[in-house]
């Protein structure tokens, strides 16, 4: 344990307690109010170049599981920030503590007491840049200027599953879970790097899911063209997180970035036209804005009025904001991958 400091862009600073790698890093810093999932938030791609505030008080407590259990095969934030580590974890899947995974991956892992302090002003503000200082000095970094989708997606194409019928997932940053909530309703699944063009290579399949992601949605160009040749072939497509956005982009809609954005495990979404309210996990700073023409709202968040999905009027072409692989509750919104499933 030694000390270090968070500085954020607007100059203010907070002492802190390094229970990871002692190194310097920048990026976007951001919050969740999420009180369990820390090893899946952590290795959600959609946290690339971000420093995360977790609010709830004791990390670690239930230690690391296996790397089956992870989203992506590594940490994928900048630096983590609690106000109360735990380094003495006590759970049956629990392979090593918290401490020991951030410095074998060299991430910057402190501990800030009034993490509620940092909260409410990054509420007031809004995101902002900020670093993690040791002895050395480095530059701010603002993410949201560099094309993060191309840094997470894969390289080369994969399949899974051994379903009759194919889904194309371009993977912007996709969470493993999405890949095994449509393998296990006995579907093939073949992920391909954000720029792949699986009409260009001939590829036969039967619909298109676009993955969640991080950072600027209007970076991915090349994903947007890629769903535009699919909405001209009549192809049912699903977006997840990232990809409501990115569908929206290729229909004429629009983007914006959210003052602090959703991050949590329980942001509340309506159906539209219904009573129903469904608790939702949630990771992303930007969000729909204009609605494309030929689309309706498919979800409203409860708390803000923001958008939370997207849905055809005739086509079987939907998005959502929100996280239906994730399932906090422990089911919830899994039933938006059979809606989906029945077009194909």
């Known amino acids: 344990m030694s000390g270090a400091k968070l500085v954020l862009e607007d100059g203010l600073n907070f002492?802190?307690?390094?229970?990871?790698?002692?190194?310097?890093?920048?990026?976007?810093?951001?919050?969740?109010?999420?009180?369990?999932?820390?090893?899946?938030?952590?290795?959600?791609?959609?946290?690339?170049?971000?420093?995360?505030?977790?609010?709830?008080?004791?990390?670690?407590?239930?230690?690391?599981?296996?790397?089956?259990?992870?989203?992506s095969n590594h940490l994928q934030l900048s630096g983590l920030i609690v106000s109360q580590y735990i380094d003495t974890p006590n759970h049956f899947q629990s392979v090593r503590t918290l401490s020991e995974w951030f410095k074998e991956e060299k991430i910057p892992l402190i501990q800030i007491k009034d993490t509620r302090l940092l909260t409410k002003i990054i509420r007031t503000k809004g995101s902002m840049l900020g670093k993690i200082l040791f002895d050395k000095e480095i530059e701010f970094y603002d993410p949201n200027k560099v094309n993060l989708i191309e840094q997470v997606s894969i390289k080369t194409p994969e399949e899974e599953g051994t379903g009759k019928k194919k889904v194309v997932l371009i993977d912007c940053g996709a969470k493993r879970n999405i890949?095994?909530?449509?393998?296990?309703?006995?579907?093939?699944?073949?992920?391909?790097?954000?720029?792949?063009?699986?009409?260009?290579?001939?590829?036969?399949?039967?619909?298109?899911?676009?993955?969640?992601?991080?950072?600027?949605?209007?970076?991915?160009?090349?994903?947007?063209?890629?769903?535009?040749?699919?909405?001209?072939?009549?192809?049912?497509?699903?977006?997840?997180?990232?990809?409501?956005?990115?569908?929206?982009?290729?229909?004429g809609g629009d983007t914006y970035k959210l003052k602090f954005g959703h991050r949590s495990q329980?942001?509340?979404?309506?159906?539209?036209?219904?009573?129903?309210?469904?608790?939702?996990?949630?990771?992303?700073?930007?969000?729909?804005?204009?609605?494309?023409?030929?689309?309706?709202?498919?979800?409203?968040?409860?708390?803000?009025?923001?958008?939370?999905g997207i849905i055809h009027e005739r086509k079987?072409?939907?998005?959502?904001?929100?996280?239906?692989?994730?399932?906090?509750?422990?089911?919830?919104?899994?039933?938006i991958f059979d809606y989906f499933l029945k077009f194909l």
């Open 179 to 251: 890949v095994r909530s449509l393998v296990k309703r006995n579907v093939s699944v073949l992920v391909v790097p954000w720029d792949f063009d699986p009409f260009e290579k001939k590829i036969k399949f039967d619909g298109l899911a676009i993955s969640n992601g991080p950072g600027d949605p209007k970076m991915a160009e090349k994903t947007i063209d890629i769903i535009r040749k699919a909405i001209r072939k009549d192809l049912p497509i699903l977006g997840v997180c990232l990809g409501n956005q990115l569908l929206c982009l290729a229909t």
């Open 316 to 335: 079987p072409i939907m998005s959502v904001q929100f996280h239906p692989e994730a399932t906090p509750g422990p089911t919830d919104t899994q039933w």
């Open 15 to 71: 002492e802190a307690e390094s229970f990871g790698e002692n190194k310097a890093s920048a990026g976007e810093v951001v919050f969740s109010t999420g009180m369990v999932g820390y090893p899946e938030a952590l290795t959600d791609p959609s946290y690339k170049g971000q420093i995360l505030v977790l609010t709830y008080p004791i990390i670690g407590s239930y230690g690391v599981p296996d790397r089956k259990y992870w989203e």
């Open 266 to 308: 329980n942001q509340p979404c309506t159906l539209k036209n219904s009573k129903r309210c469904f608790i939702t996990t949630q990771n992303h700073g930007f969000a729909v804005g204009k609605i494309p023409k030929g689309f309706n709202e498919w979800f409203t968040n409860a708390n803000d009025g923001t958008n939370e």
